[in-house]
């Protein structure tokens, strides 16, 4: 089946501590990103992926760092988490043939 | 950059009733054009798009018009269900499988 995976769903962590949140695909997309999503902001991009090795930021990068080294993974990194990364984050891939993007199930973080 | 602004914020609607969802764009070059409908809890998934060389796409009961000379699409749900409850998200993209700038987003509420 083909789909975009997240881990994990949810998160509960404290100001500081660094924290990975890990996003896989199986359909050899080639490109990958990260969104927050916010009351009434709607999904806002944090990082994107085109493929292995190349990564860019995206609207509202400050506070995260992403890595792409396989094509399939795309993990989120927050070295210092503030409550202001509180959100609900969605991963994405899309290919480069079909214009469709899939989205991951979503992790819901929360900064105390 | 690209900027879609999207209204109305929230739609309440009766049952059977039409509802109209409309999308402004910024950059005269966007080519891609998707609507996307999260569900309460869960991931946002693409229900209908149309790209720029068409002026209007109809899939049972959605449907969505693209006027490129005013820089704007809309989404069109006939014989509302309670089902069609959601949020809706219009995007707009660059080019094939490019940055999706996302509308803010609009809470449709279907009453019975």
């Known amino acids: 089946e083909a789909q975009v995976t997240q881990n994990p769903r949810y998160l509960i962590t404290v100001t500081g501590k660094k924290l990975t949140v890990t996003c896989s695909q199986n359909?050899?997309?080639?490109?990958m990103s990260w969104y927050r999503q916010d009351p009434g902001l709607g999904l806002r991009q944090i990082y994107y992926?085109?493929?292995?090795?190349?990564?860019d930021k995206g609207d509202v990068p400050e506070g995260y760092k992403v890595s792409r080294k396989e094509k399939r993974n795309f993990p989120l990194i927050l070295e210092s988490p503030s409550p202001n990364q509180t959100s609900l984050y969605f991963c994405?891939?899309?290919?480069?043939?079909?214009?469709?993007?899939?989205f991951g199930p979503g992790t819901r973080l929360t900064v105390t | 950059g690209e900027n879609v602004e999207q209204h109305p914020s929230t739609l309440s609607v009766q049952e059977g009733d039409s509802a109209v969802i409309k999308c402004t764009y910024s950059?005269?070059?966007?080519?891609?054009f998707p609507w996307y409908k999260q569900e309460l809890g869960k991931r946002p998934q693409l229900i209908i798009d149309?790209?720029?060389?068409?002026g209007e796409k109809k899939d049972q009961r959605i449907a969505v018009t693209l006027n490129k000379t005013a820089k704007h699409f809309s989404l069109h749900i006939t014989e509302t269900q309670p089902e069609d409850s959601a949020v809706y998200f219009c995007?707009?993209?660059?080019?094939?499988?490019?940055?999706?700038?996302f509308g803010a987003g609009t809470q449709v509420v279907v009453t019975p």
């Open positions: 149309i790209r720029s060389n068409v």
């Open positions: 992926s085109m493929n292995v090795e190349v990564t």
């Open positions: 359909m050899n997309h080639e490109y």
């Open positions: 994405a891939s899309r290919g480069t043939v079909a214009y469709e993007q899939y």
């Open positions: 950059d005269s070059a966007s080519n891609y």
């Open positions: 995007a707009a993209s660059l080019d094939s499988w490019g940055k999706l700038q």
